[in-house]
C-alpha cells in the first residue's frame, strides 16, 4: 500500500493540509455529475445499463460481484454484457471487444477474467459511452453492467450498485486528495443497492451503511494454474511442505491472506501493488523453494499463468449475498428489461402509424 494510503486508513492529522484541494476535487466533481448526468438522463441507452463500482479509491470487491451478478442474469435466461475501463491494458484500437483469448496485456486483467469467467460480450474503453456503444451496435444484449464507471457521469445508467470494503470503509471520510473518498459519503443516498463486502458486525458500521446489505466471498477451491486440478478449499488441502507462500497485486491484500489463514499452513505474504504487472523475474525473485505451494488470487493468476510453475494455484471463490439479494437484483433487472422493451415496442407502433 502507498503511503498515503496508509494515511488515509490511519487518519493521519497532516492530512488536513490537503483539505483546500479535497474541497475543489469534491466541487468539481459535483459539477460535473450535475452536467454531465443531465446529458446522460437525456439519451438512455437502448438496453438498461447496471454501474457496479464504488466511490473510494482501491478494490472494494466490485469484480466478484459483477462476475456473481452476470451468472445469476444468465441463468434467468437473460444476455447479460459487459463494459469495462480495461484499466493497465493497452488495446490495439478502441473500443475493444475482449475474449477468453485475449492477451491481459491488451485488456487488463479485471476485464479478462470477467470474460473468462461469464462467456458473455465484453468491451473495454477507457470512455465508457464509447464502450456502451459498441456493445449495443455489435452484440445483442438485454442489459450492460458496467464494472465501475461510478464516476464516469457521462454513461447513462439505470441502476447503480456500490460495493464499499467492510473493513477499511471509508477511511478518514474525506475526498481526494485528503482522503480515499472519490465522492462524499452522502452519494450513497441516491444509489439503489448498497453492499458491504466482509463485514458482519452492523454495530461496527458507520449510520450510512446500517442498512446495507452484505457480502461475502466465500473460498471454493485451490485451482492448478498448470492443470487446472481442483482442490476443495477445506481441511489439508496440500500434502507437501507446511508453507503457503501468498503472492498477490489487490487493493486490500489482508482479505486474501486471512482466507489463507484459516488452512493449517504457515503463511509467507508477498505484497505487490494493486494491478501489479507481473513477470517471472518478479516470481524468480522471491525465491520460493518449488516444493511449497505458490496461491494468488484468480484476478492475479490471469497475468501470471504463461510461466506458472506445478506449484502455482489460484483461490477461486463464489459471492455471497445476503438477504436474497441476487434474486431482488435479478428481479429488479428483469423489470428494467421488460419496460425498456415495452418503451422500444410502443415508439416503432408510433412510427409505423404515423407513416
Known amino acids: 500500500m502507498r503511503s498515503i494510503e496508509k494515511?488515509?486508513?490511519?487518519?493521519?492529522?497532516?492530512?488536513?493540509?490537503?483539505?483546500?484541494?479535497?474541497?475543489?476535487?469534491r466541487a468539481l466533481a459535483a459539477v460535473r455529475r450535475r452536467y454531465h448526468a443531465a446529458v446522460a438522463r437525456a439519451h438512455p441507452a437502448p438496453v438498461p445499463v447496471v454501474v457496479v463500482g464504488n466511490i473510494s479509491v482501491g478494490g472494494t470487491g466490485k469484480t466478484p460481484l459483477i462476475i456473481g451478478l452476470g451468472r445469476a442474469l444468465q441463468k434467468a435466461g437473460l444476455k447479460p454484457g459487459i463494459i469495462s475501463r480495461g484499466y493497465l491494458g493497452k488495446?490495439?484500437?478502441?473500443?475493444?471487444?475482449?475474449?477468453?483469448?485475449?492477451?491481459?496485456?491488451?485488456?487488463?486483467?479485471?476485464?479478462?477474467?470477467i470474460a473468462r469467467m461469464l462467456d458473455c460480450p465484453m468491451v473495454v474503453d477507457p470512455d465508457r459511452v464509447q464502450a456502451l456503444e459498441k456493445i449495443c451496435s455489435d452484440f445483442h444484449c438485454d442489459v450492460v453492467l458496467s464494472d465501475d464507471g461510478m464516476q464516469h457521469y457521462a454513461l447513462p445508467r439505470d441502476m447503480e450498485i456500490v460495493v464499499v470494503d467492510g473493513e477499511r470503509l471509508f477511511g478518514n471520510g474525506m475526498c481526494l486528495p485528503a482522503g480515499p473518498l472519490r465522492e462524499p459519503v452522502s452519494r450513497l443516498q441516491a444509489v439503489a443497492h448498497v453492499v458491504v463486502n466482509g463485514q458482519t458486525d452492523r454495530d461496527k458500521l458507520p449510520p450510512e451503511l446500517q442498512h446495507a446489505s452484505?457480502?461475502?466471498l466465500q473460498?471454493?477451491?485451490?485451482?492448478?494454474?498448470?492443470?487446472?486440478?481442483?482442490?476443495?478449499?477445506?481441511?489439508?488441502?496440500?500434502?507437501?511442505?507446511?508453507?503457503?507462500?501468498?503472492?498477490?497485486?489487490?487493493?486490500?491484500?489482508?482479505?486474501?491472506?486471512?482466507?489463507?489463514?484459516t488452512l493449517p499452513y504457515t503463511v509467507e505474504r508477498h505484497d505487490f501493488p494493486d494491478h501489479h504487472p507481473f513477470t517471472e523475474e518478479d516470481l524468480a525473485a522471491l525465491d520460493i523453494d518449488p516444493r511449497h505451494p505458490v496461491v494468488m488470487t484468480e484476478k492475479d493468476a490471469v497475468k501470471c499463468e504463461q510461466f506458472a510453475?506445478?506449484?502455482?494455484?489460484?483461490?477461486?471463490?463464489e459471492v455471497d449475498l445476503s438477504e436474497g439479494l441476487m434474486a431482488r437484483l435479478v428481479e429488479e433487472i428483469q423489470q428494467l428489461v421488460a419496460q425498456r422493451k415495452q418503451r422500444a415496442d410502443q415508439t416503432h407502433e408510433l412510427g409505423q402509424s404515423s407513416r
Open 7 to 25: 494515511a488515509w486508513y490511519q487518519r493521519a492529522g497532516w492530512l488536513i493540509l490537503l483539505l483546500p484541494l479535497s474541497y475543489l476535487f
Open 91 to 113: 488495446a490495439p484500437h478502441y473500443p475493444f471487444s475482449v475474449n477468453s483469448d485475449s492477451s491481459v496485456d491488451e485488456t487488463g486483467d479485471e476485464a479478462l477474467l
Open 214 to 216: 452484505s457480502m461475502r
Open 219 to 261: 473460498p471454493t477451491y485451490l485451482v492448478s494454474m498448470e492443470s487446472g486440478e481442483k482442490k476443495p478449499f477445506r481441511g489439508a488441502p496440500f500434502n507437501i511442505g507446511t508453507t503457503i507462500h501468498a503472492v498477490t497485486g489487490i487493493g486490500n491484500p489482508d482479505r486474501f491472506f486471512n482466507v489463507l489463514a
Open 309 to 317: 510453475g506445478p506449484n502455482f494455484w489460484y483461490l477461486a471463490v
